[in-house]
């Protein structure tokens, strides 16, 4: 989730001086002055925009918030220039054109595509469709994206094979590499952890077996492997050494400032704009509401036929294209109370990022051609 990243990048930055995981936003316009946070945590750049430090900050340095360079604008491929492009978007740097951002890595197998910079893994864009790199010879090594929908990549054989049903064995030792179908997620028979069944998304009640935490997930891009059942509020969590399907503890309550949150892997501490007083919030709010938000998004991607690979944040990635009903506008299963952020409130993958999107102010167009200037 791109808020709780963008608040992550936060705290390494805050290090461990003190106990808010977030921190609510006062935003600020392109064009003004930003605070280091190291300095002011409470200060970020409107939606749109982002700090820019200078060519060699100090770690309290100030910045001006910047707005990203958007669909076609140049950019100069590095992380610490003053042309960034917007979340969601890639610089291109072809040989033959000069670098601009663009939609990139967005497109599975047989997924429509502009040009191979569409293709997810450099795979060749061939009549409209990403197919496997000719550099390949026909083998595939990323389990997901170099196989069309319905198939998925047996990193020992190197050849796509059909994904499993649901009911089928999975994650048999050392006999098969499938993989469970789009919408099934491979999950313990019992707490022994021996045997394993592709079983569908958010579907096993209190107590079953499990194979791994997920103690907070947002539906950005993708939906996460949940094996338990969302609308009975469950999630997978260790308890004496067995992985089930549980409630989250409680929510600890005081100051979580001065006294950490009980349950860190479900709950953070978030604190107010300009207050040192945090609450510990969940993560997720489970539920009716969150289940079914799930549920329409994992349908929406198997109707349309999204190969669902690492997530992609990416306007133009098929389950963006077909189900961004399901994502923008509100994730319900992320509480509204830990957005408080500068209009983070949707992910990058519900904006097209098209040049219409910002209006620029006349001191970036001059930066930006001063830039080009320098650069011939
Ligand atoms: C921010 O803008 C001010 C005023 O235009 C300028 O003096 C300063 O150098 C800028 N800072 C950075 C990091 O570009
Ligand atoms: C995956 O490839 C290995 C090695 O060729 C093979 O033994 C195994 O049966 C394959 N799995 C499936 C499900 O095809
Ligand atoms: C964990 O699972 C094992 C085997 O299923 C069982 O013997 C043990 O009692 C379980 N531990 C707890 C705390 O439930
Ligand atoms: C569990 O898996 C093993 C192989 O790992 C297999 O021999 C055994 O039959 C399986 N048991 C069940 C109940 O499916
Ligand atoms: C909460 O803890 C922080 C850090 O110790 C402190 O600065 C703040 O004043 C505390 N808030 C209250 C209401 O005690």
């Not at 469950?234 to 067995?242: D, E, K, R, T």
Request: with cysteine.
């Amino acid at each position: 989730m791109k808020l709780l990243i963008s608040l992550v990048v936060l705290l390494v930055v805050i290090g461990s001086t003190n106990a808010c995981d977030t921190y609510g936003q006062k935003c600020v316009k392109v064009g003004s002055p930003c605070p280091n946070p190291s300095v002011d945590p409470f200060t970020t750049c409107e939606e749109g925009s982002f700090c820019y430090y200078g060519k060699s900050p100090t770690s309290t340095s100030s910045g001006n918030c910047t707005a990203f360079a958007v669909v076609g604008e140049y950019c100069d491929g590095s992380q610490t220039s003053n042309t960034i492009c917007a979340p969601g978007l890639s610089c291109y740097t072809g040989s033959d054109s000069p670098n601009t951002c663009q939609f990139g890595d967005y497109a599975a197998i047989g997924e429509s595509c502009d040009s191979s910079f569409s293709c997810i893994n450099n795979n060749d864009c061939v009549n409209g469709k990403c197919q496997l790199r000719a550099a390949a010879n026909g083998k595939c090594n990323d389990a997901w994206s170099d196989c069309a929908f319905g198939y998925s990549c047996n990193t020992t054989s190197n050849a796509c094979i059909p994904t499993l049903t649901s009911g089928a064995a999975c994650n048999v030792p050392g006999l098969t590499q499938a993989r469970c179908a789009v919408g099934l997620v491979c999950s313990p028979v019992t707490t022994e952890r021996l045997n394993y069944t592709c079983v569908p998304v958010n579907s096993k009640g209190p107590g079953a077996a499990c194979a791994s935490q997920v103690a907070s997930f947002s539906l950005d891009g993708s939906f996460p492997s949940l094996e338990c059942d969302v609308s009975q509020s469950l999630l997978c969590l260790l308890n004496n050494g067995n992985y089930t399907c549980q409630t989250p503890p409680a929510v600890s309550t005081g100051n979580c400032s001065a006294t950490a949150c009980q349950s860190g892997s479900t709950e953070f501490c978030s604190c107010p704009v300009d207050s040192w007083t945090g609450t510990c919030t969940q993560y997720n709010t489970l539920g009716a509401d969150c289940s079914k938000a799930f549920n329409a998004l994992a349908k929406c991607a198997v109707d349309n036929k999204c190969q669902i690979y690492a997530g992609s944040p990416n306007y133009k990635s098929c389950i963006y294209q077909h189900c961004s009903s399901d994502m923008c506008g509100g994730d319900a299963c992320v509480p509204t109370s830990s957005n408080q952020g500068c209009g983070e409130s949707q992910y990058a993958g519900c904006h097209s990022y098209s040049s219409s999107s910002f209006v620029r102010p006349t001191t970036i167009f001059i930066a930006l051609i001063a830039l080009l200037l320098s650069l011939i």
